[in-house]
């Protein structure tokens, strides 16, 4: 079983940058892939970044390549989500998953977080 909690959203002006945390539960968080989902009003869930167990695979949307850089820190059961050059249409409800593979858009992650929000002011 793994919990996740992120943190991190808020307000910020376009062309800013946030980071998002996702604080993990569970004595296996070395063993997961983990990623980050959005959600925009009115639009489906997009993965937008996934990094796997040893970092080593990493995956991006092209809608965020160049602004978006995800890491973890498995001593501290915590993946990161570091977002720059913000963008109005980057506002959305952003989620953190784990699943024990590694997934890239196909597979339906196991374990979600309960979401933070992030809004880009233009």
């Known amino acids: 079983q793994v919990q996740l909690v992120e943190s991190g959203g808020g307000l910020v002006q376009a062309g800013g940058s946030l980071r998002l945390s996702c604080a993990a539960s569970?004595?296996?968080?070395?063993?997961?892939?983990m990623g980050w989902f959005r959600q925009a009003p009115g639009k489906e869930r997009e993965l937008v970044a996934a990094?796997?167990?040893?970092?080593?695979?990493?995956y991006y949307a092209d809608s965020v390549k160049g602004r978006f850089a995800i890491s973890r820190d498995n001593a501290n059961m915590t993946v990161y989500l570091q977002m720059n050059i913000l963008k109005p249409e980057d506002t959305a409800v952003f989620y953190c998953?784990?699943?024990?593979?590694?997934?890239?858009?196909?597979?339906?992650?196991?374990?979600w977080g309960q979401g933070t929000q992030v809004t880009v002011s233009s």
């Open positions: 569970g004595r296996t968080f070395s063993s997961y892939a």
């Open positions: 998953a784990a699943h024990p593979t590694f997934f890239s858009g196909t597979i339906t992650p196991r374990y």
């Open positions: 990094i796997s167990w040893g970092g080593g695979r990493i």
